[in-house]
């Protein structure tokens, strides 16, 4: 039988990073999101999981450049309010369906189990932290502009990372 875990939003985060002017990164993060995941065992073999981001709830503590991210030029928030991902598999790396602009690709991200616990309430937890790198491009992301030194405004490449933790239902 199928073990349900609930995400645990106080503790959870998905952020990503990305090179802006080749010079530095600027980093983000989603605010609104959830995942549904469920285990045959706490070895979080054969894991199904189906998370949803609501693209409208990116965040990079700048509004002008947030309500930029939200635009048709990137995400496109009004016609394509979530990102999705599917998972595939789970060993020492996670894969699976991310889906973004309405274009959806297999990805790989490295994932590490920090294990199981108990919290002071009888909770039992699990947590886990990721990361990994797409490529704008192959999800419709493809604004841009030219800088005059060479070089463009947004790299190709965006690292995402984040931690979350799971409350067993």
């Known amino acids: 039988m199928a073990t349900k875990w609930n995400l645990d939003q106080a503790h959870s985060e998905i952020n990503f990073k990305v090179r802006h002017m080749m010079i530095a990164n600027v980093k983000g ?14 070895n979080f073999k054969n894991v199904k999981a189906h998370a949803v981001i609501e693209t409208d709830s990116v965040n990079t503590n700048n509004t002008d450049r947030d309500n930029h991210l939200r635009s048709a030029e990137f995400f496109n928030a009004a016609e394509h309010p979530q990102i999705t991902f599917d998972t595939t598999s789970l060993n020492d790396e996670i894969t699976g369906n991310l889906t973004i602009n309405g274009i959806t690709k297999p990805i790989a991200l490295e994932v590490d189990f920090g294990g199981i616990n108990v919290d002071p309430w009888g909770q039992t ?3 886990f932290s990721f990361e990994g790198k797409i490529k704008r491009s192959d999800f419709g992301l493809n604004w841009n502009a030219a800088l005059e030194a060479g070089g463009v405004m947004v790299s190709e490449e965006v690292k995402i990372s984040g931690d979350l933790q799971f409350i067993k239902a």
Do not use: P, R, T
């Not at 993060?29 to 706490?42: A, G, P, R």
């Open 125 to 127: 937890k699990a947590g």
């Open 29 to 42: 993060e989603f605010k609104n999101f959830n995942v549904d995941l469920e285990s045959e065992d706490d």
